[in-house]
């Protein structure tokens, strides 16, 4: 089955204990990207990969990193969390073509940081 | 910021009545597309229309472009129960998606 997996599903952290939020497809997608939802902002995106070894800044970097070592999988590191980045967080995919970029999104990652 | 925008922020009707929501964006596009969201779960896509198409149909949605606007509307006729979520829009653009701030639809049965 066609799918993005994302780990853990839901998490409360402390500040400043560093984290990682998993992420990975099935779909051999060029493209990957994390996003935070907030209430009224609708979705912002943090960092996208074109391909391994290539990503880039969002609207929203600042706080955040990400690695791409291997096509399939995109985590997302907090590496000093702090209470403004509670959020609900999304990972999508999607293949590279500028006339068909369906994203497929993972279930969420509810993040508190207390 | 690039991100769209939808209209209305939340729309309530009856099971059977048709459900309009609007997008506007700001850049030119490549493609636009429409996903759901049912509450906090991840976004499932319904439909993705070409910036050099003008209207798209897909069961029962309907979506229309107007790129000398910066808009587009997607049209659920006939609504159930189970449409009850939010709906964004996105465009592609500069390598970048952009969602708007969504629609949030509620179906009374």
């Known amino acids: 089955e066609a799918q993005v997996t994302q780990n853990p599903r839901y998490l409360i952290t402390v500040t400043g204990k560093k984290l990682t939020v998993t992420c990975s497809q099935n779909?051999?997608?060029?493209?990957m990207s994390w996003y935070r939802q907030d209430p009224g902002l609708g979705l912002r995106q943090i960092y996208y990969?074109?391909?391994?070894?290539?990503?880039d800044k969002g609207d929203v970097p600042e706080g955040y990193k990400v690695s791409r070592k291997e096509k399939r999988n995109f985590p997302l590191i907090l590496e000093s969390p702090s209470p403004n980045q509670t959020s609900l967080y999304f990972c999508?995919?999607?293949?590279?073509?500028?006339?068909?970029?369906?994203?497929?999104f993972g279930q969420g990652t509810r993040l508190t940081v207390v | 910021s690039q991100q769209g925008e939808e209209d209305p922020q939340a729309l309530s009707i009856q099971e059977g009545e048709n459900a309009t929501m609007n997008c506007s964006y700001k850049?030119?596009?490549?493609?636009l597309q429409w996903y759901r969201q049912n509450s906090g779960r991840g976004l499932v896509h319904l439909i993705l229309?070409?910036?050099?198409?003008r209207e798209k149909h897909s069961g029962r949605l309907r979506v229309t472009l107007d790129t000398s606007k910066k808009s587009s509307s997607l049209l659920i006729t006939a609504s159930r129960a189970a449409d009850t979520a939010s709906y964004f829009c996105?465009?592609?653009?500069?390598?970048?998606?952009?969602f708007g701030t969504g629609t949030s639809l509620t179906v009374i049965p």
């Open positions: 999508a995919s999607s293949f590279l073509s500028t006339m068909n970029t369906e994203a497929f």
């Open positions: 779909m051999n997608h060029e493209y």
């Open positions: 990969s074109m391909n391994v070894e290539v990503t």
């Open positions: 850049t030119s596009i490549n493609n």
């Open positions: 229309i070409r910036s050099n198409e």
């Open positions: 996105a465009t592609y653009t500069g390598n970048q998606f952009y």
